[in-house]
């Protein structure tokens, strides 16, 4: 026979909660956007990296880019910072991440960078293909002109594929940034003392356990909604430019402005 329990919900606990948070929730939030952002940049330019090794001629690169992206994209993103965190310093015998670690003048939480890494390689995977397609979506006409006038691949790369990728990879890029700062609630896992886990012990202190997770999760659509918004300014701002760009550059021949960026080369 069950027991009937009746749970009352604690209004003014959660009002207060949400209203008048904590320094050490706040510290926890901050800690949050501070390493979506880092762990985001990191997927990115190594996901660059990847998408360019990934359309190599030589196969070599392109089957390491395979195997990366399958292992990543294959595998749990929860995985894969427990393998990191505990299965790296086990592998390479020897504690690859203290409790404290010094980079240069900051001293940070060890399992904050493990995090902060294992975040950057998953995201890495997905940010490869997004940039591929960005890549390939542009002219090719662009490239065989750029190459016949002596333009290095990296020039081309850096001044022409480049800059007419991001925008059109943008969309794609800030909702995987908005899934970034979702992916952080896993570092609690390992110890790190962010939103999430700030909000576990703020639970276990006080016993209010639907109203702190509820809580949380107001600030988690804050944080989302506001990234949201501030994309679609960003968006909004970047049509605008290249509007004026393409203005621009239709009083030239494409021929001339090509020239132009290989005599930098």
């Known amino acids: 026979m069950f027991t009937h329990i009746q749970l009352q919900f604690n209004t003014g606990f959660f009002l207060n909660f949400v209203f008048h948070p904590q320094p050490v929730l706040l510290e926890g939030l901050v800690l949050t956007v501070i390493a979506a952002i880092v762990a985001q940049l990191i997927g990115m330019a190594l996901g660059i990296l990847l998408a360019v090794s990934g359309m190599s001629r030589f196969l070599i690169f392109r089957s390491l880019n395979q195997l990366y992206i399958w292992f990543f994209r294959g595998t749990p993103v929860l995985v894969q910072l427990v393998l990191i965190y505990f299965g790296l310093p086990y592998l390479?015998?020897?504690?690859?991440?203290?409790?404290?670690?010094?980079?240069?003048?900051?001293?940070?939480?060890?399992?904050?960078?493990?995090?902060i890494f294992s975040f950057g390689l998953h995201e890495a995977a997905y940010m490869s293909e997004i940039t591929r397609s960005g890549i390939i979506s542009i002219d090719k006409g662009q490239s065989e002109a750029a190459k016949a006038l002596g333009m290095t691949p990296g020039l081309l790369m850096r001044k022409i594929i480049l800059p007419q990728t991001i925008p059109v990879i943008f969309?794609?890029?800030?909702?995987?940034?908005?899934?970034?700062?979702?992916?952080?609630?896993?570092?609690?896992?390992?110890?790190?003392?962010?939103?999430?886990?700030?909000?576990?012990?703020?639970?276990?202190?006080?016993?209010?356990?639907?109203?702190?997770?509820?809580?949380?999760?107001?600030?988690?659509?804050?944080?989302?909604?506001?990234?949201t918004l501030i994309q679609m300014l960003l968006e909004r701002n970047m049509s605008r430019h290249l509007s004026a760009k393409t203005v621009k550059r239709a009083k030239n021949t494409p021929t001339n402005q090509l020239a132009e960026l290989a005599d930098e080369s």
């Not at 010094?102 to 940070?108: C, E, N, Y």
């Open 171 to 227: 969309p794609a890029l800030g909702n995987q940034f908005n899934n970034m700062l979702k992916t952080t609630a896993l570092l609690s896992i390992i110890g790190v003392s962010e939103m999430f886990r700030v909000a576990e012990q703020l639970q276990a202190a006080t016993f209010m356990t639907f109203e702190v997770y509820l809580g949380v999760s107001v600030y988690y659509l804050l944080l989302t909604a506001g990234w």
């Open 92 to 115: 390479l015998g020897f504690d690859l991440f203290p409790s404290v670690l010094s980079l240069g003048p900051l001293a940070v939480s060890g399992a904050l960078v493990a995090g």
